[in-house]
Nanobody
């Protein structure tokens, strides 16, 4: 079955960086778009970034543009999110998600999430 396992979260100071990973299995990773979403305490899900099959196209929420970079390694079945200049309000659980098709829309599977805490 489809499995998405995030890792790389943790505690980081404001202005710091983290790199999240999402190990995928149970489907042909290279055939699907992927994305990252996050949920801060007491708030709803917020889409962060998406990438299409092959990685030739990416998209970002306005709030993270220029600071976050999404990428994928199809040989390793792994999705990444490089996060720089993190801000305290970005503390949240970060989830990777598998899209139904080749772009980063219409997600059908989610990981269990990894906690990111931005605090001094």
């Amino acid at each position: 079955q489809v499995q998405l396992v995030e890792s790389g979260g943790g505690l980081v100071q404001p202005g710091g960086s983290l790199r999240l990973s999402c190990a995928a299995s149970g489907f042909t990773f290279s055939s699907n778009g992927m994305g990252w979403v996050r949920q801060a305490p007491g708030k709803g899900l917020e889409w962060v970034s998406g990438i299409n099959t092959g990685g030739g196209s990416t998209s970002y929420a306005d709030s993270v543009k220029g600071r976050f970079t999404i990428s994928r390694d199809d040989a390793k079945n792994t999705l990444y999110l490089q996060m720089n200049s993190l801000q305290s309000e970005e503390s949240a659980v970060y989830y990777c998600a598998k899209a139904r098709g080749t772009w980063w829309e219409n997600y059908d599977y989610w990981g269990q999430g990894t906690q990111v805490t931005v605090s001094s």
